[in-house]
């Protein structure tokens, strides 16, 4: 599915990872925002998969799904390690949605979805992969990558924050 985008093949060389570097790192950044919804730490999360990549490039034939796959597995580390910094209160803090920010609120349900439906999200969806890319990356089965999609649809069908008002007017009795 790389239709018209350069391929750049790993080698011995570190011309070849520069190559690499400077053909991919935008959409490697990409996915990264989309998995982590945080542009720091997509940066981070890109130079974090870069860097294990540089050690064992000499011997990877396909480069970019290989750091797709490192970018998956670090996120799904980080975020099992990271404090969600949620400290308790007696009064929840004002947050108003900023107006004409209609379309965040998609992205806010899927920043809702748990890690590994985000992931299939992100992967199916935004990266359009198949179901066995999208497998292979996150090292899982088909039938995985098939539930965990049809669990985030569901659950991005029934979040309130993309139900629109013609749909609340039909439902709510007059």
Do not use: C
């Amino acid at each position: 599915m790389t239709t018209g985008v350069t391929v750049v093949r790993a080698g011995d060389s570190a011309e070849s990872f520069d190559a690499f570097v400077a053909a991919r790192s935008q959409t490697l950044l990409r996915t990264a925002y989309l998995l982590t919804r945080d542009h720091a730490l997509a940066e981070d999360l890109v130079q974090t998969a870069l860097a294990k990549a540089w050690f064992h490039w000499s011997k990877i034939d396909n480069p970019e799904p290989y750091v797709r796959r490192i970018m998956v597995t670090t996120y799904s580390s980080w975020w099992r390690r990271r404090w969600n910094g949620e400290i308790p209160t007696e009064e929840l803090p004002e947050s108003p949605a900023p107006p004409g920010e209609e379309q965040l609120d998609l992205w806010d349900a899927i920043g809702r979805l748990p890690r590994r439906q985000r992931s299939v999200v992100v992967l199916r969806f935004y990266e359009d992969l198949s179901e066995a890319e999208t497998a292979r990356l996150m090292g899982s089965t088909v039938g995985t990558v098939k539930s965990q999609t049809a669990k985030a649809l569901a659950k991005l069908r029934v979040d309130p924050a993309l139900a629109t008002s013609t749909t609340a007017d039909l439902e709510t009795p007059r």
